[in-house]
């Protein structure tokens, strides 16, 4: 069992900044990536950001250059570092553990990006 504990959340106008955090505790040996997906009211979930114990990174088209994933292997910790912020981002968004034999998902943590 992986359990997955998101913070950082808000609300943030447009154009800003926040960090959300996810730490993984639990059998995390088994874990080969980690990474976040939203999802937006009516809408389906979605991949933003995912990268594998090497290292290697995929970013939705929407937030290239806007968001940056990372990991912190000795705290079990994966990041996601959003800049500039837009109300098309505005969403519930959850952490993923990619480990064998099963995915692992975190609670969910709302961004509110308004004015």
Same mark, same amino acid.
């Given at each position: 069992?992986?359990?997955?504990?998101?913070? !950082? !959340?808000?609300?943030?106008?447009?154009? !800003?900044?926040?960090?959300?955090?996810? +730490?993984?505790?639990?059998?995390?040996?088994?874990?080969?990536? =980690?990474?976040?997906?939203?999802? /937006?009211?009516?809408? &389906?979930?979605?991949?933003? +950001?995912?990268?594998?114990? %090497?290292?290697?990174?995929?970013? /939705?088209?929407?937030?290239? %250059?806007?968001?940056?994933?990372?990991?912190?292997?000795?705290?079990?910790?994966?990041?996601? &570092? =959003?800049?500039?912020?837009?109300?098309?981002?505005? +969403?519930?968004?959850?952490?993923? +553990?990619?480990?064998?034999?099963?995915?692992?998902?975190?609670?969910?943590? &709302?961004?509110?990006? $308004? $004015?």
């Amino acid at each position: 069992q992986v359990q997955l504990v998101e913070s !950082g !959340g808000g609300l943030v106008q447009p154009g !800003g900044s926040l960090r959300l955090s996810c +730490a993984a505790s639990g059998s995390i040996f088994s874990i080969y990536a =980690m990474g976040w997906y939203r999802q /937006a009211p009516g809408k &389906q979930r979605e991949l933003v +950001a995912t990268m594998t114990n %090497g290292g290697f990174t995929v970013y /939705a088209d929407s937030v290239k %250059g806007r968001f940056t994933i990372s990991r912190n292997n000795a705290k079990n910790t994966v990041y996601l &570092q =959003m800049n500039g912020l837009k109300p098309e981002d505005t +969403a519930v968004y959850y952490c993923k +553990a990619v480990a064998s034999p099963t995915d692992y998902w975190g609670q969910g943590t &709302q961004v509110t990006v $308004s $004015s």
